[in-house]
């Protein structure tokens, strides 16, 4: 098993820039496809970006292309993610997490417990 435990969310005004990070504990994280979700206030959590085991293989969400950027440091069992040009419907508590075998919208065997993000005008 791994525990997830996700920061660095907080206010920021539109148009600025976040870093999320992931930190791992228990089994080592190079061995998980890792991902993002978020939900937004009364919506349903919805897949934001995924990275492969290594890192070479990344998906991104179409409403965050271009503006966020998934990575990881296997050997500090960390994964962020890069938020910049944010917007209002940004929005979110975001998730991280973790899978031994899927990597995308149908990810999900293992969850942090979300930070929040808010994007003000």
């Known amino acids: 098993q791994v525990q997830l435990v996700e920061s660095g969310g907080g206010l920021v005004q539109a148009g600025g820039s976040l870093r999320l990070s992931c930190a791992a504990s228990?089994?080592?994280?190079?061995?998980?496809?890792m991902g993002w979700f978020r939900q937004g206030p009364g919506k349903e959590r919805v897949f934001v970006a995924a990275?492969?085991?290594?890192?070479?293989?990344?998906i991104h969400a179409d409403s965050v292309k271009g503006r966020f950027t998934i990575s990881r440091d296997n050997a500090k069992n960390t994964v962020y993610l890069q938020m910049n040009s944010l917007r209002r419907e940004d929005t979110a508590v975001y998730y991280c997490?973790?899978?031994?075998?899927?990597?995308?919208?149908?990810?999900?065997?293992?969850w942090g417990q979300g930070t929040q993000v808010t994007v003000a005008a």
């Open positions: 997490t973790a899978d031994e075998r899927r990597m995308g919208e149908g990810m999900g065997t293992y």
């Open positions: 228990g089994r080592t994280v190079s061995t998980y496809a």
């Open positions: 990275i492969g085991r290594s890192g070479s293989a990344t």
